[in-house]
């Protein structure tokens, strides 16, 4: 879904695909102001005679500057070099934008959130909500209402006076300073939408210098590349693209379900933090050192299940909503589903899903199915899935 943003300058952005057209042979991954990190996640894949090779993994040093709220603030642009060993011809970038949307929405919802702006009272809100653990303002976190909750109608009478077309299925549209893309899901009149606001396209299309490598081929929302990254595990292709995941970010917990590749469901779980909230969960209610805690989460003599239960029981009601309405909608009946992003404790939610929806959940290395070269570091697999799947959406775009 390309972009035309100046003259001279295309970008796309991309939605989870279960392929078809022509890949980029070399991709660098890259998330974006990711929730709990230090630097950015990154993700190199080149395509080989064996099929697709991890070439390179880390945490690339975060760009100067910061993600920019306002149109006045796009001209201080920095400039963002990335490490030898991720200089391939294209970059895909996963964004964490609290001005970001991707949400299953209705034709209804998505046209009030076209014809919303970007008042000036919503961005300061926006920022002193966004905190890290330490105080310091992040733009990583996720707002605490899911985003499908449509924005307030633009109040200006010349916004009023304007209602927008709800858009053709892939056709970027630009209402209101923000870039729309929506899809159409299987279900009749809902669609999987993203926006982005215009001046953080540009910031981003703009943030690798002209003339080297990476090119930045792609710019997607974090939601987006998240939902891409179980498009290459071997049981997803075995079981034809059909499967229902968890996925586990640092600040919030996501449900996706698939049909033959194509997404047909995403939800956020609401009032359920992430994986940074398990850990403290644990640690506070046992009084353990921080340093401890993936150790009794994964093997010790101490049971973290009473620490575990009040936050992992949320997840799992929702869950259960998401196998029915798969079930309804969609004929779709599962006996397992995916548990992706946890680092410690995967087989407690395991246990859990198992006693109460007799249900398993797989945890693969996020990296299965993928080639990994010599000596490049898989032990941060579950802290880079947004880089990998990042990677994999853009393998498609062409420049």
């Known amino acids: 879904m390309k972009l035309q943003l100046t003259k001279d300058k295309t970008i796309e952005i991309k939605f989870p695909s279960g392929g078809g057209a022509k890949s980029a042979g070399d991709i660098t991954g890259i998330e974006l102001f990711a929730p709990g990190e230090t630097g950015c996640p990154a993700v190199r894949l080149i395509r080989k005679k064996k099929g697709w090779h991890i070439a390179a993994t880390g945490f690339v040093k975060s760009p100067d500057g910061e993600l920019p709220m306002r149109w006045e603030d796009t001209p201080h642009q920095p400039i963002w070099e990335m490490p030898r060993e991720f200089t391939s011809p294209h970059a895909a970038l996963a964004a964490n934008s609290p001005m970001a949307t991707f949400a299953q929405s209705t034709a209804d919802a998505v046209v009030q959130d076209m014809m919303s702006g970007l008042p000036a009272q919503d961005i300061k809100s926006a920022l002193s909500e966004k905190t890290s653990l330490d105080g ?12 499908a909750q ?22 970027p549209v630009s209402e209101n300073g923000r870039r729309f ?3 159409p899901m299987a279900e009749e009149n809902f669609h999987l939408c993203a926006s982005l606001p215009e001046f953080q396209t540009l910031w981003l299309s703009r943030l690798l210098p002209e003339g080297k490598r990476p090119t930045a081929s792609s710019i997607q929302v974090s939601e987006s590349a998240l939902m891409a990254s179980i498009l290459l595990q071997p049981e997803f292709i075995a079981a034809d693209g059909s ?17 033959k590749g194509e997404p047909v469901l995403w939800r956020r779980c609401p009032g359920v933090g992430g994986t940074l909230a398990m850990r403290e969960t644990v640690r ?23 620490a575990l239960e009040p ?3 949320p997840i799992l009601g929702q869950l259960s909503l998401s196998l029915d309405y798969l079930a309804g909608k969609h004929g779709l009946k599962f006996d397992h589903a995916f ?27 996020p990296f299965e199915g993928l080639v990994v070269d010599k000596g490049v570091d898989s032990g941060n697999a579950s802290r880079q899935l947004v880089a990998l799947g990042a990677a994999i959406a853009g393998m498609e775009a062409t420049t």
């Open 311 to 313: 936050f992992v029981r």
């Open 136 to 147: 310091k303002k992040r733009f990583g976190i996720k707002r605490d209402q899911p985003a």
């Open 339 to 365: 548990l992706m992003g946890i680092g410690a404790g995967a087989a407690h939610w395991s246990a859990y899903a198992e006693e109460s929806l007799h249900l398993k959940l797989l945890s693969p290395d």
């Open 181 to 183: 893309v929506v899809r």
């Open 243 to 259: 499967a229902l995941a968890i996925f586990a970010r640092p600040d919030s917990t996501y449900l996706a379900g698939y049909k």
């Open 150 to 171: 449509p924005q307030k109608p633009a109040t200006t009478p010349e916004a009023s006076a304007h209602r927008p077309e709800f858009p053709e299925a892939g056709k």
């Open 284 to 306: 506070a209610t046992l009084g353990l050192d921080e340093e401890l805690v993936d150790s009794v989460l994964n093997e010790s003599l101490i049971d973290p299940r009473p």
